[in-house]
């Protein structure tokens, strides 16, 4: 099935976003960079509202996600990408221009396993634009993560979930994760 989302312009010319959503060869997996950081900004957003009913304070996340798309010694995110072709068409000529748009994303932070020798990567911050769930985004995210990571010597991957979020354990469980610890947490020490 194709979505068609028309624009209207002057000048006899016309643009279609047209997006060939029936095959997920079109979703495909990238490094974040500088440029992804408004919808990472507002998938954090959104991720902290819809599974804690958190409204995240929009500076502070913003500052977040800078610091960790500008320095990889804190992690790194990956972007799920939806490629989509953006056809102009004027009275003379018709053009196909590529145009990817971001659908999904996860942080990866480090942890030094001093049992295994080797680094461990957490998961963080995992979001799937809500009109592009159930059709295997984190599914492409986690395999291209767990390639990665093993290219990279990586020992082993863990996140953790809220406890209600019963859709992420079924996610993370359908892919293979399971876990025998609880994570405790302090109190937000940053708070006076
Ligand atoms: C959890 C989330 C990331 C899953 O993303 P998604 O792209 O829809 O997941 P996928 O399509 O790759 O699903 C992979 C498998 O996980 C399981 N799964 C995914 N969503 C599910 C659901 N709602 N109910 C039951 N199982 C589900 C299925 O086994 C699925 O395989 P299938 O569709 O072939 O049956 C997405 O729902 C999301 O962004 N939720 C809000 C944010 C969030 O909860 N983040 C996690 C914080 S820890």
Redesign the pocket.
């Known amino acids: 099935m194709a979505f068609y989302h028309p624009i209207a312009f002057e000048n006899c010319v016309s643009i279609n976003m047209v997006e060939k959503q029936s095959d997920p060869e079109n979703i495909f997996i990238r490094p974040a960079t500088l440029k992804d950081r408004d919808f990472i900004i507002e998938f954090n957003i959104a ?1 902290a509202k ?2 804690e009913d958190i409204d995240l304070d929009r500076c502070i996340v913003t500052e977040g996600v800078d610091c960790l798309l500008k320095d990889p010694a804190k992690g790194h995110y990956y972007v799920a990408c939806m490629r989509k072709w953006r056809r102009s068409e004027s009275c003379s000529s018709s053009q196909e221009e590529e145009k990817d748009v971001v659908i ?1 994303q996860l942080a990866i932070t480090f942890e030094w396993s001093d049992w295994r020798n080797s680094q461990m990567w957490w998961i963080q911050s ?3 634009r809500m009109d ?9 995210l986690f395999q291209h993560v767990q390639s990665e990571a093993r290219r990279q010597g990586v020992g082993m991957i863990r ?4 406890t209600g ?1 019963e ?2 354990h ?2 993370y469980e ?2 293979g994760m399971s876990s025998h610890y609880k994570v405790y947490e302090t109190e937000n020490l940053a708070v006076e």
């Open positions: 991720m819809e599974t999904g995992v979001y799937v592009y769930r159930r059709r295997g985004v984190f599914r492409k996140l953790y979930a809220d979020n859709r992420a079924q996610t359908s892919l």
